[in-house]
């Protein structure tokens, strides 16, 4: 191609700017499913133009990946488009025969997948996995165009020694170079419609602005059209021009981003806007006063129980002035890895790390993945056993524990993990979940076990009648709500939470960091709040600890970092936030 | 607060209040039947018109099996030489065998014979299997290793082969002697699905929670890892009945399985095979009894399977 003509189009673009790329009408996509026919998505209109941006925002299960999907008929197991129109540079897609939808899939219409862990073939290099592409979209043919393409594509998607690459194999490629070349696949043949689905969801901060600067780029030198799918608001308000909100597979509202997020006008959109963390935010203050809860909680129990509860409170009263409640110091964690033969390596995950949580209070531990935040976490629950260093809790030094001792110590130190869906097992009912507990340090009675399994279910808010359901019948937050229940049950000092919220959509997020504020308040609980997610911490913290490489890098009060963070470090984790500096509406 | 739609651009769009009513977040649905992934199970089962045949068939043949005498009345083992290879005839619907002996009765009395070697032979190698291959997949290291590599020795003797080299150095053989002998070289197949189904359940976030609650490391091998690691192999299990059945028929064909004074499907097939060209139908019948009951447990197999590995169904 020579110059002049990609002059003359890109000034197409530019005149073509805004026109109707796609357009969508009435779309109503239905599943089959054991119980019947459910609608997925409820009429849905949106309309996306040449070179714009749009992003659809909603929750898990509002039908917004379901949307995307049908446009490239990639519906999963029995979807089906049941009726509505889906236009897309003056075809119909939903009548248009099989064999010409998918000419123009992958070649008009490219599509970068949410996991780019799982989305690349991990048998086949990744050079192999570009140049099908591109021999499928018959952008180049021949063996040396189409290898030079390839080449070129992965240069564009930003990966500086792209020849030497096209041999490697994913393994060999970090997250964030895997979803650039995911990128690069899904752009290599110039399409006019890009479907960007929770590109970066899975990735850390910083890395996600980086290809998201990069995907802007390259979408506006080509004059693509993007359509973003996320559950992330501060995204949507940097990224995307226009907004569509969905929720129960229907839009709520849609248009103009920055008006939409501003100024939300349906109460779903307040509503979702009011949950958003930002910079701007301040930590959640409890609504309950201690003061008047302490009783409450204390009455129907067993005289057992009480017993321990007075223990409890005389605990409380020796170290509540204590500043030291729990005290890490010099900790080291070292793995050895089996490199194969006789080999083997050492590897660092936690490096001479050190801090104190006074009591009552949530010290947040920041970093990106491979920080060595999670080990911390499993450490101070003495999940895994320390190489040097002390972690002390109350006094106690907690790396020699062993037996009976050990047991004891379990019931003062609660973990809730990251994965809803993991943490419960799927073959005990709730209540026998969060009974466990009970059962294991032979506390009272059944009776007085289910009374108090009732009770903690109060706690968490969720109704008595859950008691007898199995976990897959419950969302992801309602999931965790049992998690947390489950380690309020021996009424434990501190609460090492991993990652906790981090799975959850905006919504649900809020309600139960509020839920565990509340709990804090009321319990006098001690929280170690492990995330990567730094507006999350701005909501819960007292003091914040940055770890970088098994190290903490900057250790303040969570006014501090936020407001003057020291570190370079710190300063870039808190520039990547998306939309950090937006202020929402509402 | 929200100002006035007047103030929106003309492209902002507002759906409706009365048309999207929005719920309290995250609220549980109460009208819903709790259900257990057993319920799940259940219910993906009884849907499936194959888990009805296949059972009603299981069923008929179980029934056969400890109450033959509902069945038959006519004596299995009374012959008549002027019946010899006799066609059927009233009240011997299925014609005589060579020793002159009724069809019908000797499949009836065969069918137990037949059942309790497959169901003994089950029972023993799915036990065996799930304990070695729960402890091996659990506690790891030399045990592991040691227990693997057993397995893999006798995994590598087809199990008709090894059967026949020890049967014929049984004198007194019963039907447990051959379950026992088929168990012996099918365990195997049960331990190692087990382990690895153990390996990724002991990984779960819920044995890691289990752990931090303090219950001890045996309780949570039996209380979490088991129940959730035990799917696969009660797949195996239904499947591998059917082909005890067949490994069953198989050796008493050769001569070396059941003694010739236990009546099963296998020996008859064996004595009727010398007669195949003159008179097939003594053969026939104990070989569609066989088949259709193998076939029976291979159908509720791969019900269960669908039932009990949604992984498998998607696929599907």
Known sequence: MTTTTETSTTTNFEAQKGKPLLEIKGLNIGFKTQNGYVEAVRGVDLSLGQGETLAIVGESGSGK????????????????????????????????????????????????????????????????QVEETIRANRVATGRKEVRAHAIQVLKDAGLSDADKRLKQYPHQFSGGMRQRVLIGIGLSSRPKLLIADEPTSALDVTVQRRILDHLETLTRDYGTSVLFITHDLGLAAERAEKLVVM????????????????????????????????????????????????????????????????????????????????????????????????????????????????????????????????????????????????????????????????????????????????????????????????????????ASRQARVRELLEQVSLPVSTINRYPNELSGGQRQRIAVARALALKPDVIVLDEAVSALDVLVQGQILNLLTDLQSELGLTYLFITHDLAVVRLVADNVCVMQKGKVVERATTDEVFSNPEQAYTRDLLEAIPGANFQFGA | MPSSPSQLSADHFVADLEETPIRAVDAVDESEKPRSSWTDAWESMRSRPLFWISGVLILLIIAVAIFPGVFNHVSATSANLNNSNGSPRAGHIMGFTYQGQDVYARLIVGARASL???????????????????????????????????????????????????????????????????????????????????????????????????????????????????????????????????????LSFLGIGLPGTTISWGNDISSAQTYLRTAPLPLLWPAVALSITVLSFLMMGDVVRDALDPKARARR
Not at chain 1, 260 to 275: D, E, K, M, S
Not at chain 1, 432 to 439: H, Y
Not at chain 2, 131 to 141: C, N, P, T, V
Not at chain 2, 217 to 224: P, S
């Open chain 1, 65 to 128: 990946s379901t949307t995307a999907t049908s446009i490239i008929d990639l519906l999963p197991g029995t979807g089906k488009v049941t009726s509505g129109e889906i236009w897309f540079d003056g075809k119909n897609l939903v009548t248009l025969p099989k064999a010409e939808l998918s000419d123009i899939r992958g070649r008009e219409i490219g599509y970068v997948p949410q996991d780019p862990m799982s989305n690349l073939d991990p048998v086949l290099s990744i050079g192999w």
């Open chain 1, 247 to 446: 929720y129960k597979g229907r839009v709520v509202e849609s248009g103009p981003s920055q008006e939409i997020l501003a100024n939300p006008q349906h109460p779903y959109t307040q509503r979702l806007v009011a949950a958003a963390p930002s910079l701007a935010s301040r930590r959640i203050q409890s609504q309950i006063s201690p003061s008047v809860t302490h009783g409450v909680t204390v009455s129907d129990v067993g005289s057992d129980d009480a017993l321990r509860i007075e223990q409890a409170h005389e605990r409380e009263a020796a170290a509540s002035k204590a500043k030291d409640f729990i005290k890490v110091e010099n900790l080291t964690k070292v793995y050895n890895i089996r490199q194969g033969g006789f080999k083997s390596l050492e590897l660092k995950a936690v490096d001479d790390v050190s801090f104190e949580i006074p009591r009552g209070t949530t010290m947040a531990l920041v970093g990106e993945s491979g920080s060595g935040k999670s080990t911390v976490a499993k450490l101070v629950l003495q999940l895994e056993s320390i190489t040097s260093g002390t972690v002390a809790v109350d006094g106690q030094s907690i790396g020699a524990l062993k037996g009976r001792e050990l047991f004891d110590f379990r019931r003062r130190v609660q973990p809730v993990f990251q994965d809803p869906y993991g943490s419960l097992d799927p073959m005990y009912s709730v209540g026998n979940t969060i009974a466990e507990p009970l059962t294991t340090h032979n506390i009272g009675d059944r």
């Open chain 2, 116 to 250: 309790t070697v497959g169901i003994l032979a089950t029972l023993i190698c799915t036990v065996i299997g799930i304990i070695i291959g729960a402890l091996a997949g659990y506690y790891g290291g030399w045990l592991d290793a040691v227990v693997s590599r057993i397995g893999d020795i006798f995994f590598s003797i087809p199990t008709v082969l090894g059967a026949i080299v020890i049967m014929t150095t049984i004198p007194n053989r019963t039907p447990l002697t051959v379950a026992v002998i088929l168990a012996i070289f099918a365990w195997p197949q049960v331990a190692r699905q087990m382990r690895g189904a153990v390996i990724s359940a002991a990984a779960t976030d819920y044995v890691m929670a289990s752990t931090a609650l303090g219950v001890s490391r045996f309780r949570i091998l039996i209380r979490h890892v088991v129940p959730n690691a035990i799917n696969p192999v009660i797949v195996i299990a239904t499947v591998s009945l059917g082909t005890f059945i067949v490994a069953e028929s198989t």
